[in-house]
């Protein structure tokens, strides 16, 4: 069996779903090391992988993105972000792309020495890295090292063809579908992107590795031989690229604990005192959106039967607690994958990792996407009958209230369905289908 490096950013949600499949492919044999910075060793314990520190960009999110160790210019970086989310998906997105040029090739050279050097050190057989993970990507590229792609996002960030553009959603919720003339805006931003990356990328090509193939269209640079998304593979989908093997994951849940004794006697109580249990949370970035956690505590109070929230507000919990009542429980961080099977709704920004678990839970949702491919989720979700989205920056009490009261008997039924469709995916058919393409059987 072979020999593999994981290599994830230093970000929580990647980072998580990469380690399960790291211990999926351990558990069929492949002898597997995860390669993150050292706050992320933790994840490679858990998935019984070694693991190997390796810093592949300077931006980090252990978890809570305000409570990250973090320098003066990322966190200046993040309270931008945060800021843009307050005037819309498009501003949003343009400052994201805006971001992206002074990152995404932050230090090529460093990645590059530092992936040759371990690969000298470790030989592995094969590569499995982030998909946003450009540099790193670029770097096996030019040393011609044998890779998988892992997209932790939508399917989308996979570039299929010269009409689509990494940052500009394939489709639009219904509540967030940008005019004519703001939509042109975004597309004009994302193909100065795309042009400048990829003249960034043929310019360190032939620098450092004038001897390999030029590295072509930057967004559109990923493994020729697997690509492994963590989502389902929607019937809408547009067709993939030609050439990798497309291989779905479904979801990326792995084993999960059971909930301590804190959590279950808490459920327990808020059961004896509302018909229905509703999860909040709006991811690691997020959550910072306090203003919309507030909202959405107030408008739960309009629904129709007594409705207990559960909501993770990071660093806010303060600001958002003293909008509670009796039937919410506010608190930093949740076990959100324990929690799932135990509730009757969730309220999530539209991140892939919340709309997939979801499906796997069989778990109805309200999403309130701010930006990245949050958009493109939350349409899927839409199309696909699980969800009711709104805009997040005018979000009304009725609005939450309604959608709660809809949610089990409009979207219940449906989301049934998707969870009997992922019950035969997961990290384990993924493992064992990239297995396939890594060490083919005899014959073949």
């Known amino acids: 069996m072979p020999r593999i490096v994981i290599v994830s950013p230093p970000f929580f949600s990647h980072a998580r779903p990469l380690s399960v499949l ?12 995860f390669a993150c910075s050292p706050d992320f060793e933790g994840l490679a314990l858990d998935a019984g992988v070694a693991f190997v520190p390796l810093v592949v960009t300077r931006n980090a999110n252990t978890g809570v993105a305000e409570s990250t160790q973090q320098d003066a210019a990322e966190a200046a970086r993040l309270d931008e972000f945060l800021d843009a989310t307050r005037h819309g998906a498009v501003e949003t997105l343009m400052t994201q792309a805006r971001h992206r040029r002074a990152d995404m090739l932050a230090d090529p050279d460093k990645v590059f020495d530092d992936l040759r050097s371990l690969d000298e050190r470790l030989r592995p057989d ?18 011609r090292l044998r890779y998988a792609t892992f997209c932790p996002g939508h399917p989308t960030y996979v570039l299929s063809d010269q009409d689509s553009y990494f940052g500009v959603p394939y489709d639009w919720p219904g509540a967030l579908r940008p005019d004519r003339t703001r ?13 400048a990356f990829t003249a960034a990328f043929d310019a360190f ?17 990923t493994s020729p031989d697997a690509v492994v998304y963590a989502y389902p593979p929607l019937p809408w989908l547009s067709a993939r690229p030609a050439g990798p093997r497309h291989l779905f994951a479904g979801h990326t849940v792995g084993s999960v604990q059971p909930l301590d004794d804190h959590w279950q006697h808490t459920l327990r109580r808020l059961r004896d005192r509302a018909e229905r249990i509703v999860l909040v949370a709006l991811g690691t970035f997020l959550a910072a959106r306090d203003d919309v956690l507030r909202a959405v505590v107030s408008g739960a109070r309009t629904a129709s039967r007594p409705t207990a929230l559960i909501v993770a507000a990071g660093r806010r919990t303060d600001v958002v607690g003293a909008v509670a009542d009796d039937l919410t429980v506010v608190v930093p961080s949740v076990p959100q994958q324990a929690l799932l099977p135990h509730m009757d709704a969730m309220v999530h920004h539209g991140g892939g990792n919340s709309f997939t678990e979801c499906l796997r839970s069989g778990v109805p949702a309200l999403v309130l996407p701010f930006s990245s491919d ?14 009711i989205v709104y805009d997040p920056n005018s979000l009304t009490d009725h609005q939450v209230g309604s959608a709660l009261d ?34 083919p059987p005899r014959g073949t």
Request: overall charge neutral; aromatic content about 6%.
């Open 126 to 143: 094969w590569y499995v890295v982030d998909q946003l993970s450009y540099a790193v990507t670029l770097a096996l590229h030019c040393l």
């Open 406 to 439: 809809l949610l089990g008997t409009t979207a219940g039924p449906e989301v049934k369905r998707w969870q009997d469709a992922l019950n035969a995916l997961g990290p384990d058919h993924a493992a064992t289908a990239l297995l396939e393409v890594m060490h």
């Open 22 to 33: 790291a211990a999926a492919l351990r558990t069929r044999g492949a002898e597997v090391f």
């Open 374 to 387: 949050q958009f493109a989720v939350a349409r899927d979700a839409e199309r696909a009958g699980v969800g």
């Open 205 to 221: 090509a032939a620098s450092r590795a004038p001897a390999a193939p030029r590295p072509g269209r930057a967004f559109a640079l």
């Open 183 to 195: 939509l042109a805006e975004l597309l004009d931003v994302a193909r100065d992107n795309d042009r």
